[in-house]
């Protein structure tokens, strides 16, 4: 890999906004196709339509993902911790039992910003559950419900998906741009 770089960046426009809509986790073992460091697809392998799940989690305004680059001269190495801080509003049995096998875990996830870009942590590595709380909170106001931290550790940083995700009511929808569409489950 040339360690030279090749492009410059102007002073873009203040139209963006922060936070996250939505995640979508997916199950070990789906086959991640990059072409020209964009992610184009999510498949099992055999390319077959709607073989992978990826599982959609709202989260409208109370989740952030940072991603955190280390490089060292001394060592030679660099690497990028990804970590998603998630808070899922209501407490119910069903989340609970679907929080505790995923501590268990390790999984992709692909992350929907407020702009509508979408990509994907834990690409080669996947990521863990690495803390969490469940909380009932003391006033009227305080969050009841979950909170979690995943984190994943790549030699890159997160890449992006084939498309920036721009029409709701495609089917598959925000994969209707890749070349094998998963199954998306909707939580209730």
């Given at each position: 890999?040339?360690?030279?770089?090749?492009?410059?960046?102007?002073?873009?426009?203040?139209?963006?906004?922060?936070?996250?809509?939505?995640?979508?986790?997916?199950?070990?073992?789906?086959?991640?196709?990059?072409?020209?460091?964009?992610?184009?697809?999510?498949?099992?392998?055999?390319?077959?339509?709607?073989?992978?799940?990826?599982?959609?989690?709202?989260?409208?305004?109370?989740?952030?993902?940072?991603?955190?680059?280390?490089?060292?001269?001394?060592?030679?190495?660099?690497?990028?911790?990804?970590?998603?801080?998630?808070?899922?509003?209501?407490?119910?049995?069903?989340?609970?039992?679907?929080?505790?096998?995923?501590?268990?875990?390790?999984?992709?996830?692909?992350?929907?910003?407020?702009?509508?870009?979408?990509?994907?942590?834990?690409?080669?590595?996947?990521?863990?559950?690495?803390?969490?709380?469940?909380?009932t909170g003391t006033a009227l106001g305080?969050?009841?419900?979950?909170?979690?931290?995943?984190?994943?550790?790549?030699?890159?940083?997160?890449?992006?998906?084939?498309?920036?995700?721009?029409?709701?009511?495609?089917?598959?929808?925000?994969?209707?741009?890749?070349?094998?569409?998963?199954?998306?489950?909707?939580?209730?």
């Amino acid at each position: 890999m040339t360690c030279t770089i090749s492009k410059g960046r102007l002073e873009l426009c203040k139209d963006s906004i922060g936070g996250i809509k939505k995640v979508f986790f997916i199950n070990a073992g789906a086959n991640v196709v990059v072409s020209s460091d964009i992610i184009t697809d999510i498949n099992d392998g055999a390319g077959t339509p709607g073989a992978i799940s990826v599982y959609q989690y709202d989260t409208k305004d109370v989740s952030n993902f940072v991603e955190t680059g280390t490089s060292s001269r001394e060592t030679g190495t660099s690497f990028w911790e990804q970590v998603l801080s998630l808070t899922l509003k209501q407490m119910n049995s069903s989340t609970r039992k679907e929080l505790k096998i995923m501590a268990f875990g390790s999984y992709r996830i692909v992350i929907m910003d407020n702009n509508n870009n979408l990509f994907m942590m834990g690409k080669d590595r996947g990521c863990d559950v690495t803390g969490g709380t469940i909380v009932t909170g003391t006033a009227l106001g305080d969050l009841s419900g979950y909170t979690l931290t995943l984190t994943g550790r790549e030699a890159q940083p997160a890449n992006f998906l084939f498309t920036t995700a721009t029409n709701p009511a495609a089917t598959g929808y925000p994969f209707d741009k890749m070349t094998t569409v998963p199954t998306i489950v909707v939580g209730t």
